[in-house]
Each structure stands twice: as structure tokens, then as C-alpha cells.
């Protein structure tokens, strides 16, 4: 039988990124603003989730909560980070455990 190796059969490592030049970081966030307000949150999204754009993450997540997809809200809420919104949802899933708990 093969032995498991010693870190694991998941990758732990973040890949390495090229910084990217201000400039060009503002305009792919613009262009994900504009993205975004016309409708295209999947391309946005992507945009946001790539340059690490807190507020266009957020704003991301709201758009997914507002369209009941929880969980894809809470996964966006704490990769931006956003603790608040993080806790808020928390509190909401344990509210669901504990009403199925009490049926």
C-alpha cells in the first residue's frame, strides 16, 4: 500500500502572482464596475475575485444574497474580507440550525 505524503493530498501553497501595474489594475476595475452595473456580475466577478477588490467582492456578494444564494454571498463575504457580513450570515445559518433542531 502507498503511504500518504507528508503535506498532504492538497495543495497548500498560494500560487505566485505578477504584480500588476496600478494603472492597469484601476482600469480592470472600472471595467469591472461597468461589468457589473450592466448586468454581467459572472465577468465582474471574476474581475474582483482576481485583483483581490474588496468592494467589488462585496458588492458581489450582496447581488448573490438579494438572489437567495447564501452560500455563494458567505464565500464572497470572507474572501473580500468582510467580518460584519461574515458574522451576519453566521448568525442566520446557526438561526436555521437551531429552528430544525426544535421541529
Not at 471595467?31 to 483581490?52: Q, S, W, Y
Not at 463575504?77 to 440550525?97: C, F, H, N, Q, T
Amino acid at each position: 500500500m502507498a503511504e500518504m505524503p507528508k503535506e498532504g493530498f492538497l495543495k497548500i501553497v498560494a500560487p505566485k502572482r505578477t504584480p500588476i501595474d496600478p494603472a492597469h489594475k484601476a482600469a480592470l476595475i472600472r471595467k469591472g464596475n461597468e461589468l457589473f452595473n450592466d448586468g454581467k456580475v459572472p465577468t465582474a466577478k471574476k474581475i474582483f475575485l482576481t485583483l483581490g477588490y474588496s468592494d467589488g467582492i462585496i458588492r458581489a456578494g450582496d447581488y448573490h444574497y438579494k438572489k437567495g444564494e447564501y452560500w455563494e454571498a458567505y464565500r464572497l463575504y470572507s474572501l473580500a474580507p468582510a467580518p460584519a457580513k461574515v458574522d451576519y450570515m453566521i448568525e442566520r445559518m446557526a438561526g436555521v440550525v437551531r429552528e430544525w433542531i426544535s421541529e
